[in-house]
């Protein structure tokens, strides 16, 4: 699910519990420890907070900043996959020159999605993906990963076999080139 923040208003036990209870199964586990953590000696003042399943508008605990929430439906069509890539927890967009978007993937999923769950899927470290377009209503996205003994691997892989390496720190355009940061 794709999530376009604006405004800054969020409390964040509701926010956290819409994307918990709208998110794929295996990913509330991660999201409810998160809440947790974000929440310790946190009390909302807001008692009026409402959200729908399209927006959530809610507000931090007294520090007043707030922002609010809602689904991008557009980007969810272009990014939703059965077969291929079917979804990734880490994404950074970077604007490269000639107007395609470079995304930088973590942790992603290859392989099929049959009745809401992964089968013959396998888990990768990184991919990235080129987006043509800046409308995500009429944008293309292309996926991109490489394989090691016939399975889907990395994008990204260290030379000498160990360790990986996640895309969760965006990157630069310099007179260079583009450097992106692991």
């Not at 809610?58 to 059965?82: H, K, M, P, Q, W």
């Not at 377009?133 to 090691?148: C, I």
């Amino acid at each position: 699910m794709i999530l376009f923040i604006h405004n800054l208003r969020i409390n964040r036990w509701v926010s956290a519990l819409f994307i918990l209870f709208t998110s794929a199964p295996m990913f509330r586990i991660i999201i409810l420890s998160g809440l947790v953590a974000l929440s310790v000696g946190c009390r909302s003042t807001e008692s009026d907070t409402k959200f729908t399943h399209s927006q959530l508008a809610v507000s931090t605990c007294d520090t007043g900043l707030s922002f609010a929430v809602e689904i991008a439906e557009d980007y969810n069509r272009l990014f939703y996959r059965e077969d291929g890539w079917t979804g990734s927890d880490i994404a950074f967009s970077l604007p490269l020159l000639d107007g395609r978007i470079l995304w930088l993937f973590g942790d992603t999923w290859i392989g099929k999605i049959r009745q809401g769950r992964h089968t013959d899927s396998n888990m990768v470290s990184n991919t990235i993906g080129i987006q043509q377009g800046l409308d995500p209503a009429t944008a293309h996205l292309e996926f991109f990963h490489s394989y090691k003994d016939a399975k889907p691997a990395a994008f990204i892989r260290p030379a000498d076999g160990i360790g990986v390496f996640w895309l969760s720190h965006g990157g630069i355009h310099t007179d260079s080139g583009l450097y992106i940061f692991l």
